[in-house]
């Protein structure tokens, strides 16, 4: 299959965490205003809810475009300013000492699209906070003191796209902490450094979510995001993800961009990304990684960017498949990025630069091959195949020619990431030879095995239920005999009883409410 070519290591991208998405908007929206008010004084609160509907711009804000952009920013203001006008827009609100975020205090701004709150002392934020803003589009909460999700505050919510809660003091995310805002298309959860605890269920509703931001939250393990079917950036740098496993990324079918810079990743295990089916661009720079699984980007189709450099690869026959990797997919920029750190005699080569030469390899070893199994249809099963080291690939090849991997789709077969082939629940078609194929960049080693299945066999019927079937016989028979010897005795039409020509055994015998034969189907 040819492979997209691209550039090894292009400049790296912006830091996604470091400035929301509104501040570009942010900057146009701050041209010199047409009309101002008084600065650096004392308002009154919009708060308690209902606040007339005014036209007038606040004395501590400016105001322009006939009032549809409100600017309230460092006027030292302790609540939200009473009397914006009701077409505003864009309000924001950013660097004052606001602490609470009242009900309805937005609710007669039926038209305003973005709301910034950030660099405030905001702590907490009232149930219906947020009433009466069906237009909102963009919300900024990051740089608060909020240490819970106000999931309550974000019913109503329809249109809402983007939802920045970066640098709060957010110790817990809650099962379905965003399902009330479903609309969701960007989440910043960066920087939210006393986090403790994610829930499996977190993320739950967020079908339509583009981009999440869980940088620098000091994560030990990838939390569970296969709710996020849609999800195609994902921000993952700074935190402490030594090890990633296989299936930390399941569901993400859709994720193009995935960034684990400065993350301490010292060990990717075998078949982690396999279900990163659309991923584009890869960043694991500045982590401590010194080798990678066999054929580890294999299943990356449509990967063209990756950025692998400040790792300290211990440059031997694990990288060698990286160095083939390299030439075959972005020929001409090999000696971009990686560099070995080790042995002495490698130190600061090009990964991409390689070749067998340098190394003395040997095909991988199977420590565990299979062995032969007999089970009955219906048993799962499983033929082991473990290897000395977790940086080969490992294949199978079925009595029918089949080649399965991990992450290969079978109802009932699977291969899991430790090489295991496993079987939920055996047929009597899986019966057959079995070869498991380990690989490495020095060549292949395989084992075969054979699995036989067995029928189920019928079950046997008890001595009630016989003596009930040779009763039913001995009548059966009594009756025809007598019916054939006296055609017309009793009988319509000188044919006997109604149902005599064709007498059946019965199918299913029932003692009591226990039915004692019954019909396996597999």
């Given at each position: 299959m040819a492979r997209a070519r691209g550039s090894l290591c292009p400049p790296l991208p912006p830091r996604r965490m470091s400035w929301p998405h509104g501040a570009l908007l942010f900057l146009w929206l701050f041209s010199p205003p047409l009309g101002a008010g008084g600065g650096g004084v004392a308002v009154t609160s919009a708060a308690g809810g209902g606040t007339p509907p005014a036209t007038s711009c606040p004395a501590a804000c400016s105001c322009s475009n006939q009032a549809s952009r409100v600017i309230c920013t460092r006027r030292e203001?302790?609540?939200?300013?009473?009397?914006?006008?009701?077409?505003?827009?864009?309000?924001?609100?950013?660097?004052?000492?606001?602490?609470?975020?009242?009900?309805?205090?937005?609710?007669?701004?039926?038209?305003?699209?973005?709301?910034?709150?950030?660099?405030?002392?905001?702590?907490?934020?009232?149930?219906?906070?947020?009433?009466?803003?069906?237009?909102?589009?963009?919300?900024?909460?990051?740089?608060?003191?909020?240490?819970t999700v106000p999931t309550q505050a974000f019913e109503y919510l329809s249109k809402l796209r983007e939802l920045w809660l970066r640098n709060n003091p957010i110790e817990s995310i809650p099962s379905y902490a965003f399902n009330r805002v479903p609309s969701l298309r960007r989440l910043d959860l960066g920087e939210l450094k006393r986090l403790e605890y994610i829930s499996e269920a977190a993320f739950e509703g967020l079908v339509n979510l583009r981009y999440l931001n869980l940088g620098m939250c000091?994560?030990?393990?990838?939390?569970?995001?296969?709710?996020?079917?849609?999800?195609?950036?994902?921000?993952?740098?700074g935190n402490r993800l030594d090890l990633i496993r296989p299936g930390s990324f399941q569901g993400l079918t859709s994720l193009r961009k995935l960034w684990l810079m400065h993350a301490q990743v010292a060990t990717i295990e075998r078949n982690a990304f396999?279900?990163?089916?659309?991923?584009?661009?890869?960043?694991?720079?500045?982590?401590?990684?010194?080798?990678?699984?066999?054929?580890?980007?294999?299943?990356?189709?449509?990967?063209?960017?990756?950025?692998?450099?400040?790792?300290?690869?211990?440059?031997?026959?694990?990288?060698?498949?990286?160095?083939?990797?390299?030439?075959?997919?972005?020929?001409?920029?090999?000696?971009?990025?990686?560099?070995?750190?080790?042995?002495?005699?490698?130190?600061?080569?090009?990964?991409?630069?390689?070749?067998?030469?340098?190394?003395?390899?040997?095909?991988?070893?199977?420590?565990?091959?299979?062995?032969?199994?007999?089970?009955?249809?219906?048993?799962?099963?499983?033929?082991?195949?473990?290897?000395g080291t977790s940086m080969t690939s490992v294949n199978w090849l079925t009595p029918n020619g089949t080649l399965m991997t991990h992450g290969s789709y079978r109802v009932r077969i699977s291969v899991l990431h430790d090489g295991t082939l496993n079987f939920t629940n055996v047929t009597v078609q899986d019966t057959g030879q079995y070869t498991c194929m380990v690989t490495n960049s020095a060549g292949n080693t395989t084992a075969s095995a054979t699995l036989n299945v067995s029928a189920v066999a019928h079950l046997a019927l008890p001595a009630l239920e016989r003596d009930h079937l040779n009763h039913h016989h001995y009548v059966a028979a009594a009756f025809k005999a007598h019916y054939s010897s006296n055609p017309s005795g009793g009988g319509c039409g000188g044919k006997g009883p109604p149902g005599l020509n064709s007498i059946h055994e019965p199918l299913l015998f029932k003692s009591g409410s226990k039915e004692n034969v019954q019909e396996t189907q597999i």
């Open positions: 203001l302790a609540e939200v300013p009473a009397s914006i006008p009701v077409n505003t827009r864009y309000l924001n609100l950013q660097e004052n000492g606001i602490q609470v975020i009242r009900t309805d205090t937005f609710k007669h701004l039926r038209h305003l699209e973005i709301l910034q709150l950030s660099k405030n002392l905001v702590r907490k934020i009232e149930v219906g906070a947020f009433n009466g803003l069906p237009s909102l589009n963009t919300l900024e909460l990051f740089d608060n003191r909020l240490t000091n994560l030990k393990d990838i939390p569970n995001l296969t709710a996020l079917v849609r999800l195609e950036e994902l921000e993952l740098s396999d279900d990163l089916k659309s991923l584009e661009e890869l960043n694991l720079s500045h982590n401590n990684l010194m080798s990678l699984p066999h054929d580890l980007f294999t299943p990356l189709h449509r990967l063209e960017r990756v950025h692998l450099n400040h790792n300290p690869w211990h440059c031997n026959c694990d990288v060698l498949w990286l160095s083939w990797w390299l030439k075959e997919t972005v020929p001409s920029n090999t000696t971009c990025c990686a560099r070995c750190h080790a042995p002495a005699g490698l130190k600061g080569r090009y990964i991409g630069e390689l070749d067998q030469s340098h190394f003395t390899c040997y095909a991988p070893v199977i420590v565990e091959p299979p062995t032969d199994l007999n089970v009955t249809e219906g048993m799962a099963a499983e033929l082991k195949c473990r290897t």
